[in-house]
């Protein structure tokens, strides 16, 4: 069976509609509902606050008609909302503000839409995102209510911005002042369940193998996935770096060479004085070494052990020696840096390596619980308890019997002091 001319044409034209339709069908609005901002917010109001410009009404563009956000009037009027994700960006939808002035050359909200710009970033900062469009050629009777803008790029955030700056002159119809009057922001991004995809069906990969977005009709790559760069992400990060197009820098990994390219975790562990995937955090206070597996010794201040080598930076607590503070004192020394001697202990062993107190008491013929104090005229033994033999006689006796030891006082005479001159 012959088609005729028309039957032709027709078919022809129902075969585009179809072919646009499922194009179509692939973008979705990821800006619905997402956080939004504005600089110079009207505090308080609800009526003009950022996130009316994502919350799907539009059927009110009045500026205080409560579905509608806006700023104070400034030099600067900037807004953006957060996608909250890195999207493959197909375009944008503005629809602007009005007034109780019919759109146009009589409306406050034309005048300050003019010369504005769209931007689309991975940051807030919208000068390290790409520049989507800047109007430089409309005027109040043309700009429209209604625009889109087509902007293939990926990122996170899309932002608008205006400006009317002291010092600049600006071409006739410009309004004085710089202000966000938007109604709704629709960004439009591909719909594909699954990134590295494109066509109308979402089912043909990427042109490129490390590509993650790519334009949804072309197939032409927008982005690469983490771990690679270059034109076509053919290039494998840099030593020491990783990520999205490889701008996060490695942590403190043991091998420099091993650290993922694509999400930046240490494959052999991390370097002394780090722990995490990432190797990235200082190790806890009183840990150090690799993967902070070590333990700080007795350091003066536990904040002062160094969390590489464990070295303690302000000296060691008392009763410790060492670089790493963590050898007792040796026998017969106590206190900081082991530097005091102990005294007479009746155990050597057993004089306490922090204060230097002897544990079980003092050796025969001192005194305290530093056991450095000689006993007192006249009395001897452990503790100074005993009293000396001929105490009133005799200067000095010894230390664990008790005779005088040819140490009298003076008028006194012989072994014992038991003879006057």
């Known amino acids: 069976m012959s088609l005729s001319g028309h039957s032709v044409y027709y078919l022809g034209v129902l075969t585009v509609w179809f072919c646009l339709l499922a194009v179509s069908q692939a973008y979705v609005n990821v800006a619905l509902n997402k956080p939004a901002y504005h600089k110079h917010a009207v505090p308080d109001s609800d ?56 759109w146009g050359p009589t409306s406050q909200r034309t005048r300050s839409a003019l010369g504005f710009s769209m931007y689309v970033s991975n940051t807030t900062n919208r000068l390290q995102g790409t520049l989507c469009y800047k109007d430089d050629n409309f005027t109040t009777t043309t700009i429209p209510t209604v625009f889109t803008i087509t902007c293939p790029v990926h990122g996170q955030y899309v932002i608008y911005y205006n400006e009317r700056l002291k010092g600049v002159t600006y071409p006739s119809g410009y309004m004085n002042y710089a202000v966000s009057g938007l109604c709704e922001v629709e960004v439009y991004v591909e719909g594909c369940p699954a990134t590295g995809y494109f066509g109308s069906n979402c089912s043909v990969p990427c042109l490129d193998v490390n590509c ?30 990783y990520g999205a197009v490889c701008k996060e820098t490695c942590g403190h990994c043991r091998d420099v060479n091993q650290c993922s390219n694509t999400n930046g975790t240490c494959l052999t ?47 060691c607590d008392a009763g410790y020696e060492g670089g790493l503070c963590k050898q007792f004192c040796d026998r017969g020394s106590y206190g900081s840096e082991c530097s005091e001697t102990c005294g007479h202990c009746r155990d050597e062993n057993q004089c306490s390596n922090i204060n230097g107190t002897c544990l079980t008491g003092c050796d025969a013929g001192y005194q305290g619980d530093l056991c450095k104090y000689p006993c007192p005229v006249g009395y001897f033994g452990q503790e100074c308890s005993e009293t000396c033999i001929n105490s009133y006689t005799c200067d000095g006796c010894n230390d664990v019997s008790g005779s005088c030891d040819n140490v009298c006082r003076p008028g006194w005479i012989l072994t014992f002091c038991q003879k006057t001159k």
Do not use: M
């Open 47 to 102: 009526i003009v606050d950022a996130n009316n410009a994502v919350d799907g009404r539009k059927s009110d563009t009045n500026y205080d008609g409560g579905q509608c956000a806006g700023s104070y009037v400034s030099q600067i009027a900037t807004w953006w909302v957060n996608l909250t994700r890195l999207h493959s960006i197909h375009h944008i939808t503005l629809y602007f503000s009005t007034d109780a002035n019919p």
């Open 212 to 241: 993650q977005y790519c334009h949804i009709e072309t197939g032409t790559c927008l982005g690469c996935k983490d771990g690679y760069k270059g034109h076509r992400c053919e290039l494998t990060c840099d030593r020491v770096t």
């Open 269 to 315: 562990g991390c370097d002394a004085g780090f722990k995490g995937n990432l190797c990235k955090t200082v190790c806890d206070r009183g840990s150090y070494g690799h993967d902070c597996k070590e333990t700080c010794g007795h350091c003066r201040d536990v904040d002062q052990c160094s969390n590489v080598n464990g070295i303690c930076l302000t000296g």
